[in-house]
């Protein structure tokens, strides 16, 4: 089975303010995970994927295989990233693949 | 069309009624996804289809079903609706196939409520 948590419903923050958005995964074989951004009544829009090691709009995530987690990282915060936030982990099974998604976290960046 | 279209955009439906939600996708991804949104459990997988003319059973099954009679289509049904399936719905696609795409597109959603 695989499994995603996103401890944190609401996070709030200043503008500038470094932003740190948690994601913990269980899944018994190699996971590949993905970040989604949905912003106010818009649709989910896929923003990072850790096989790619990319940085997008200033946010960062990291596979640490160890603690079994994919945080989501921006070192100053902007008032344009307030969105819904989704951690997701694809599986695979043998009757193809899965996507799971995190309970999602409310970032606010206040001015 | 462009990617993910989905319709309605909004509905209202009295407890009991029959509903069919409609997706379709103009890119020829083979895997078609519902999911329902609901504040707090993020997004739950509901059915889903790898390909055409084959189904199965996502995290959330109950009440709903689907079919995919072509590549493009999707649509989501539910037989007698109740106000548990009050939910933003969203339909997704993606190739089906693993390698740097991975992602999935998503339409722009269906805000259902069951009164």
């Known amino acids: 089975a695989q499994r995603v948590t996103q401890p944190e419903k609401l996070l709030s923050v200043f503008k500038g303010a470094p932003v740190e958005l948690k994601c913990n995964y269980s899944?018994?074989?190699?996971?590949?995970l993905f970040w989604y951004v949905q912003y106010s009544r818009q649709r989910l829009q896929l923003l990072l994927r850790h096989i790619s090691r990319e940085s997008i709009k200033g946010f960062t995530a990291d596979l640490n295989k160890g603690e079994t987690s994919f945080h989501l990282k921006k070192p100053f915060a902007q008032e344009e990233d307030s969105a819904m936030y989704y951690c997701a982990l694809r599986g695979w099974e043998t009757s193809g693949s899965r996507l799971t998604f995190g309970e999602g976290t409310q970032l606010t960046v206040n001015p | 069309i462009a990617g993910i279209t989905q319709a309605p955009t909004s509905q209202i439906l009295a407890a009991g009624r029959r509903m069919t939600l409609r997706c379709t996708q103009d890119m020829r991804h083979n895997a078609m996804y519902w999911y329902r949104q609901d504040l707090g459990l993020g997004l739950r997988l509901i059915h889903y289809?790898?390909?055409?003319?084959?189904?199965g059973k996502g995290e959330v099954p109950d009440g709903y079903s689907v079919s995919r009679a072509n590549t493009d289509d999707f649509p989501l049904t539910l037989a007698s609706a109740v106000p548990s399936q009050t939910s933003v719905y969203f339909c997704a696609s993606s190739t089906g196939t693993g390698g740097v795409a991975g992602g999935y597109t998503f339409g722009s959603g269906t805000r259902l409520t069951v009164v």
């Open positions: 289809s790898n390909t055409a003319g084959t189904t």
């Open positions: 899944y018994s074989g190699s996971p590949e």
